[in-house]
């Protein structure tokens, strides 16, 4: 375990490249990450190096093309400068987000730093700024145009900055899966009013996603609230289909008392998910086959060794991890309940953490009188975040100096009204907690 004292040895760029050229000890899973993520974005397949290099990126997907070549040949230096000086001309018509998962090089930009909903309602509250330069994933960004006033711009800097867990339920499946159950079930109310199916969605899903839970009686979850949300649906439907995230469908569900055997998984590929109607029909909450690489990777193993090598060490995990592992830590929670957590711990503390490593890094080098490491001794960021680099901000910005928009994201307006029916059913629900495991 390292105890990072300030920010530069907390970043996770900088020590893949000691990795890489031997001067700092440890592991990365993709020594390609030290190269820059523009030699990804000409035609390489897939995600590009990192946690989720190994899922099928699908046909179709954003995919970003090459970057000017005065971004690619900046130094860090000069890009500090450029970016530093496209504020000043823009002033308070530019804001800058960045997700908790981006490396601490763009980090250092943002204005506002936080989790995907937190950013989507900072942009949001600031209706002056007429360009919202998103440092996050593509489902973000949407978020974000869904939430923010029409004359606002939301950008991404690099289009290929997707999420693999998102991609894994498309719109195509999930309204063949529906109509699969509306067959089976209906789509009536019973005798106490309740529907057969609601649609539940997890913010991390594509703006078609949303809408369509929207305009099928369901809503949108965070993985800080998915246990309020459950129970508004369960107020509503005999079931549940939850998609994409199984992990944290199956770990919200446990901790409310639903058994395992109720939770049947839908596999897209299969006539009826490979379910039986007996198993839909019993089901409490149908969970879809999708999960998150960068969580897939902790493991309890890692949780024994972390109690092993740290007697007392507080284990805490993000619930998209397996249940497996979410059941051996002391505590999980979303990003912001790792983060609260550490803050409201009496100094000497000693954290295991399993959520992505950029994460993990910067709080180590904030909360310096904890001890505080990722579960996972391998460095292996969320792939599609190390995407963005600051040179595509540099590059967003100065084009919006210039009077250039590139990289909008926008949501057309018949999917975003309905998406937007979703997210305001969530945001009408009490905010919940997370449980100890
Ligand atoms: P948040 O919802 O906490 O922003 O997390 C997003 C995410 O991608 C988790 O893997
Ligand atoms: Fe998606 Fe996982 Fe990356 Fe989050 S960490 S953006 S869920 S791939």
């Known amino acids: 375990m390292t105890v990072l004292k300030d920010r530069a040895e907390a970043s996770v760029a900088r020590a893949i490249a000691g990795i890489g050229n031997g001067t700092l000890a440890g592991e990365t899973c993709a020594p390609e990450l030290a190269a820059a993520p523009w030699i990804v974005d000409l035609g390489v397949p ?5 946690a989720s290099k190994n899922d099928v990126l699908p046909a179709g997907s954003p995919s970003q093309g090459q970057l000017p070549a005065r971004y690619r040949e900046a130094d860090d230096a000069e890009l500090g400068e450029w970016i530093a000086a496209a504020r000043a001309r823009l002033g308070d018509r530019v804001a800058v987000m960045g997700h908790f998962y981006q490396r601490d090089e763009v980090i250092q930009y943002a204005d506002f730093v936080g989790d995907s909903f937190q950013l989507a309602r900072a942009a ?12 996050g994933v593509h489902f973000m960004a949407e978020t974000a145009d869904i939430l923010t006033g029409p004359e606002q711009r939301v950008i991404l800097p690099n289009l290929a900055a997707g999420c693999s867990m998102a991609d894994m339920a498309d719109i ?19 005798a106490e009013g309740l529907v057969p199916v609601i649609p539940v969605t997890y913010m991390n899903s594509s703006a078609a996603l949303k809408a369509f839970c929207g305009a099928h009686g369901g809503i949108v979850c965070t993985s800080s609230n998915a246990q309020a949300v459950l129970e508004w649906a369960f107020a509503r439907g005999r079931r549940v289909l939850f998609f994409p995230d199984q992990h944290l469908g199956r770990n ?3 901790a409310m008392g639903v058994p395992l055997a109720q939770m049947p998984l839908w596999n897209p590929r299969g006539a009826h998910g490979g379910l ?8 409490r909450v149908i969970l879809w086959n999708g999960f998150c690489s960068v969580h897939k990777r902790f493991s309890v193993a890692q949780i024994d060794a972390a109690r092993a090598a740290h007697p007392g060490v507080r284990v805490i995990v993000h619930p998209e991890c397996s249940m497996e592992v979410v059941d051996a830590a002391d505590e999980y929670g979303s990003t912001d309940y790792i983060a609260k957590a550490i803050a409201a711990a009496p100094a000497g503390s000693a954290f295991a953490i399993g959520t992505e490593i950029n994460l993990v890094r910067r709080l180590a080098a904030e909360f310096p009188q904890h001890e505080i490491f990722c579960l996972d001794s391998v460095i292996c960021p969320c792939s599609t975040m190390y995407r ?11 084009g919006l100096v210039e009077g250039r928009v590139v990289n909008r994201i926008a949501v057309d307006e018949r999917v975003a009204a309905d998406a937007r029916v979703a997210l305001e059913r969530m945001l009408a629900v009490r905010p919940d907690t997370t449980m100890a495991a």
Do not use: M, N
């Open 124 to 135: 949001r509250e600031l209706p002056r700024a007429e360009a919202i330069v998103f440092c």
């Open 276 to 283: 039986a109607d007996a198993e839909l029909e019993s089901a």
């Open 252 to 254: 919200t569900a446990k």
């Open 172 to 190: 195509d499946s999930v309204e063949e899966c529906w109509e699969q159950l509306v067959e089976l079930f209906g789509d009536a109310p019973d």
């Open 46 to 50: 897939g995600y590009g190096p990192g």
């Open 388 to 398: 963005i680099h600051p040179a595509y901000v540099a590059w967003v910005l100065e």
